[in-house]
């Protein structure tokens, strides 16, 4: 039986497909699946950013083959762990949660690497092409632990 990973940001365009891009490069795709997602649904069916391409393709990977789609309360029971970006959307996540366990499965991904600090992956956004090359280092960083958990 496969793992399920979810990554979520906001838009589901930037921080949230470098990290499914990122984490795909790092495991077994026959032991582990990873999506993304994010808590808005502006970008539903569109390509990554521009930007967040280009930062993967300069660090080896293609993630043009993802689409962004809108995080749903299903998710919380087909996923095993739900990685969000900042405490806005691992709050947003939880209020959809019913259960204990569909909390448990809830968590910061930079807690991962900044255990109990409660750190968010910052929006590069509206930001420079700086800000995606920063996220892409924490996300690097992160999923070098989960892989390493899986």
């Not at 930062?55 to 919380?76: C, H, M, P, S, Y």
């Not at 910061?108 to 892409?136: A, K, R």
Request: a negative charge; aromatic letters at 6%.
């Amino acid at each position: 039986m496969k793992i399920k990973v979810l990554m979520v940001c906001l838009g589901n365009i930037c921080r949230s497909p470098l990290a499914e891009g990122i984490l795909r490069s790092k495991i077994d795709s026959s032991q582990v699946l990873v999506d993304s997602a994010g808590t808005g649904g502006w970008h539903a069916g569109e390509l990554p950013d521009s930007r967040s391409v280009a930062v993967a393709r300069k660090n080896g990977l293609d993630i043009t083959d993802q689409r962004a789609r809108k995080f749903r309360v299903e998710d919380l029971d087909l996923f095993d762990r739900i990685y969000v970006m900042d405490n806005s959307n691992y709050r947003d996540v939880l209020q959809l949660a019913k259960t204990e366990q569909q909390r448990q499965k809830v968590q910061l991904i930079l807690n991962l690497v900044f255990p109990g600090e409660n750190v968010d992956v910052p929006d590069p956004y509206y930001g420079g092409n700086q800000g995606f090359d920063q996220v892409y280092a924490m996300l690097d960083e992160a999923c070098d632990i989960i892989a390493t958990e899986i």
